[in-house]
């Protein structure tokens, strides 16, 4: 019996899982028409400079 669970392990591989990201199957081969994305505009300096008081009673 311990002959038998050993050739078994011998035909199992130890695979250990991918780890790196891959896209499902309907993606492969597919060419996106989309236009390319313009960067975000940052605030102007008017709203990012401010002078914030804080009332006291």
């Known amino acids: ?22 896209l499902p199957a309907r993606f492969k081969d597919y060419k996106m028409d989309t236009p390319p994305r313009k960067p975000q505009e ?8 401010g002078e914030y008081t804080i009332n006291t009673i």
């Open 42 to 49: 940052r605030p102007s300096p008017d709203h990012v400079r």
């Open 1 to 22: 019996m311990a002959e038998e669970n050993a050739s078994l392990q011998v035909r199992l591989p130890q695979e250990q899982p991918d780890r790196t990201r891959q």
